[in-house]
Each structure stands twice: as structure tokens, then as C-alpha cells.
């Protein structure tokens, strides 16, 4: 076991910029920049999130470092995310955390963006025993995961097309919601109800997911009743909502009950942006509660992207002593297992 261990990590997948010091497995800040100018597009687009990490990444560092109340020669490391995410914005924060490393004369250490959202469950208690399943959910991906350790992890189902966060952003942008869509539908869902309309949900063999379906018999039966009735979606918009966000959860729910099943494992997590919908985080507890799971739900503050998550998977390699060197590089897609 190493005497010390203070890290600097730092989070630049996509639209947030974020940077957090763990000590000694301790998150002793967690700083998180969101950028709002993708809202006017109705989605992120790749040139400006880069252009503004660069305008965050050093403002956000110096004050995550500054909560930690650590001078930067104080650090042992600097974790950063690698991938998988868009190559722009990874560039920055990978760039950022190499130069960082090189002045400072410390190792690195690389993060699997979406092992690092599971790990997340490890910043505070409770925390899930070894094995168990975390069903990872985000605008990029949507996996079963079975984890054996902090380090050993296998996806046993995945989405074949679209993800799940996806999918409720494009049923968002259907109605005529801004971006980003998620919250909106989990919020105008409260007040509807579930069982008004009914929407198809795909029969896919095994344990892997399929969005596709749903979106287009969404989009369909929108046009076709609007065609009607224009008025209808500003008329059923919490029955609309409800209604859709109800058939994506049942169709989480349903593999992740599958996997439960196989595997015969009861520690349950989710995990990833989405994670934090109030339908799906209810609805999970509500299927533990009557299956005898151990269900582990993240904190709102650690399921959307944030560096806390990236610090504290890279504390179990840093235990392990994995780290880089200085000719590592982003990488947009990235295997799992790495």
C-alpha cells in the first residue's frame, strides 16, 4: 500500500469540463463546468465543446485543487479520461493532464470513461460487494455490466443500435422539448400517466438492448395523431412522456431482471447520465425491493459526467501501480476491458 496518494483527475469526454483531487481515497473536490451553448443546436456539437474545455480546463484544475487545499507538488498523479468520447474534447484533457505530468516529474494514469461510472459507487458508502451487475446508461451507451473488481469487468448485454439516453433525447426533440430532452420527459412523466398509450417493446434474444423500434413507433404515432389533432402533443405532453419513458425503463428492467436471473447475482447498480432519471431510479428500487436485490443507486452529483468518478478509478490503479507514459493518446471508441 502506497504512504501517500493525492490525484489529480480530469474529465473532458464530451460537454463538461471537470477536474477533482482524491486523497488517500477521499474525493476532496469534485469541480464540474457544464456548457450551455449546445442548447441552441438541440445537441452537442464536437468544434465548440472542444474550444470550450480549453476556456475551462485551467480555471476548473485550479480550483479543484484549490478546495483540496493541496499544492499541485503535493500530487502523486494525474488521472485523466482517454476515451471513449469525442476526440476533440478528450484531446484537451489528455493534452492538459500529459503536460501537467511531464512538469511535475509524476505518472499517469488513464480511464475507461464507463468503468470509471461504475466506480463512482465507490466514493461513498454504500458501496456494492464484489461481484455485481451495473446496468450502465447514458446518451452513448447502454451495457450490462458484471464486475468481479475494480479492475475486472465484462459486458454481458449491450444496446445493438441506438442507446437509451439517446432515445429519450430524440423522443424529447420529438414533442418539440428542448435540449437536453432526458429531464424534460422524466419531469412532465411525473404528472402523466404510464399506461395512457402503449408503445412496442422489441424482443432481442440474450441480454442485449434495441432503441431503434421505439423511436420510430414513437415518431409515427405522434404524426399520425397530430395529424388529427394538432394540438395533441401540447394536450397529452405528460401522458406522452410518461408513456414513452415507461416502455425504455421496461425494457432496462427486463434484461436486467434476465441477467439477475443467470447469473444468480442480488447486488444491483445503475450507473451513467441517465441514471439519474427520478422514473428509473424509483422503478429499480421498486423491482429490488420485490426480487431481493441490494440495489445501489448513485448520488444525482456522481452520475452525470464528473471527474470525482474518474479520481477514484484511477485510485485502484494508482494502488496497482498501472500507470502510462507520455505517448498515450485519446481514443474515441475504446474496448471495455481497457
Same mark, same amino acid.
Given at each position: 500500500?502506497?504512504?501517500?496518494?493525492?490525484?489529480?483527475?480530469?474529465? *473532458?469526454?464530451?460537454?463538461?469540463? *471537470?477536474?477533482?483531487?482524491? *486523497?488517500?481515497?477521499?474525493?476532496?473536490?469534485?469541480?464540474?463546468?457544464?456548457?450551455?451553448?449546445?442548447?441552441?443546436?438541440?445537441?452537442?456539437?464536437?468544434?465548440?465543446?472542444?474550444?470550450?474545455?480549453?476556456?475551462?480546463?485551467?480555471?476548473?484544475?485550479?480550483?479543484?485543487?484549490?478546495?483540496?487545499?493541496?499544492?499541485?507538488?503535493?500530487?502523486?498523479?494525474?488521472?485523466?479520461?482517454?476515451?471513449?468520447?469525442?476526440?476533440?474534447?478528450?484531446?484537451?484533457?489528455?493534452?492538459?493532464?500529459?503536460?501537467?505530468? @511531464?512538469?511535475?516529474?509524476?505518472?499517469?494514469?488513464?480511464?475507461?470513461?464507463?468503468?470509471?461510472?461504475?466506480?463512482?459507487?465507490?466514493?461513498?458508502?454504500?458501496?456494492?460487494?464484489?461481484?455485481?451487475?451495473?446496468?450502465?446508461?447514458?446518451?452513448?451507451?447502454?451495457?450490462?455490466?458484471?464486475?468481479?473488481?475494480?479492475?475486472?469487468?465484462?459486458?454481458?448485454?449491450?444496446? @445493438?443500435?441506438?442507446?437509451?439516453?439517446?432515445?429519450?433525447?430524440?423522443?424529447?426533440?420529438?414533442?418539440?422539448?428542448?435540449?437536453?430532452?432526458?429531464?424534460?420527459?422524466?419531469?412532465?412523466?411525473?404528472?402523466?400517466?404510464?399506461?395512457?398509450?402503449?408503445?412496442?417493446?422489441?424482443?432481442?434474444?440474450?441480454?442485449?438492448?434495441?432503441? *431503434?423500434?421505439?423511436?420510430?413507433?414513437?415518431?409515427?404515432?405522434?404524426?399520425?395523431?397530430?395529424?388529427?389533432?394538432?394540438?395533441?402533443?401540447?394536450?397529452?405532453?405528460?401522458?406522452?412522456?410518461?408513456?414513452?419513458?415507461?416502455?425504455?425503463?421496461?425494457?432496462?428492467?427486463?434484461?436486467?431482471?434476465?441477467?439477475?436471473?443467470?447469473?444468480?447475482?442480488?447486488?444491483?447498480?445503475?450507473?451513467?447520465?441517465?441514471?439519474?432519471?427520478?422514473?428509473?431510479?424509483?422503478?429499480?428500487?421498486?423491482?429490488?425491493?420485490?426480487?431481493?436485490?441490494?440495489?445501489?443507486?448513485?448520488?444525482?452529483?456522481?452520475?452525470?459526467?464528473?471527474?470525482?468518478?474518474?479520481?477514484?478509478?484511477?485510485?485502484?490503479?494508482?494502488?496497482?501501480?498501472?500507470?502510462?507514459?507520455?505517448?498515450?493518446?485519446?481514443?474515441?471508441?475504446?474496448?471495455?476491458?481497457?
Amino acid at each position: 500500500m502506497w504512504r501517500f496518494m493525492h490525484i489529480l483527475a480530469i474529465e *473532458s469526454s464530451c460537454d463538461e469540463t *471537470s477536474a477533482a483531487v482524491i *486523497s488517500n481515497g477521499k474525493i476532496c473536490s469534485n469541480v464540474v463546468s457544464t456548457q450551455h451553448i449546445h442548447q441552441q443546436y438541440g445537441g452537442v456539437v464536437p468544434e465548440l465543446a472542444s474550444r470550450a474545455h480549453q476556456q475551462h480546463i485551467l480555471p476548473v484544475v485550479r480550483e479543484a485543487l484549490q478546495q483540496s487545499k493541496l499544492a499541485k507538488t503535493e500530487l502523486n498523479a494525474i488521472a485523466f479520461t482517454k476515451g471513449p468520447g469525442l476526440l476533440g474534447s478528450l484531446l484537451v484533457g489528455v493534452s492538459f493532464a500529459k503536460a501537467m505530468a @511531464l512538469a511535475l516529474k509524476i505518472p499517469l494514469i488513464e480511464v475507461n470513461h464507463m468503468q470509471a461510472h461504475v466506480l463512482a459507487h465507490f466514493i461513498e458508502d454504500p458501496k456494492p460487494p464484489f461481484p455485481f451487475l451495473c446496468l450502465t446508461v447514458s446518451g452513448g451507451h447502454t451495457q450490462i455490466v458484471r464486475v468481479d473488481s475494480p479492475t475486472e469487468m465484462t459486458i454481458i448485454g449491450e444496446t @445493438l443500435d441506438d442507446a437509451v439516453g439517446e432515445a429519450f433525447d430524440k423522443g424529447a426533440k420529438i414533442l418539440g422539448l428542448d435540449y437536453p430532452g432526458g429531464p424534460l420527459i422524466d419531469k412532465y412523466a411525473a404528472q402523466g400517466n404510464p399506461g395512457a398509450f402503449g408503445f412496442p417493446i422489441p424482443e432481442i434474444p440474450g441480454l442485449d438492448f434495441s432503441f *431503434s423500434g421505439v423511436k420510430t413507433a414513437f415518431l409515427y404515432f405522434v404524426q399520425r395523431e397530430t395529424a388529427a389533432n394538432p394540438g395533441f402533443v401540447t394536450e397529452r405532453l405528460e401522458d406522452l412522456c410518461a408513456g414513452l419513458q415507461h416502455t425504455l425503463i421496461e425494457i432496462l428492467l427486463r434484461k436486467l431482471r434476465k441477467a439477475a436471473r443467470q447469473t444468480g447475482i442480488k447486488a444491483v447498480a445503475i450507473a451513467g447520465g441517465v441514471s439519474a432519471n427520478t422514473g428509473l431510479r424509483r422503478s429499480l428500487q421498486e423491482t429490488g425491493d420485490a426480487l431481493g436485490w441490494n440495489v445501489y443507486i448513485p448520488k444525482f452529483e456522481y452520475c452525470t459526467d464528473n471527474a470525482a468518478m474518474i479520481a477514484m478509478a484511477a485510485s485502484f490503479k494508482y494502488e496497482k501501480g498501472i500507470f502510462s507514459d507520455q505517448r498515450v493518446s485519446p481514443a474515441a471508441r475504446m474496448d471495455f476491458s481497457l
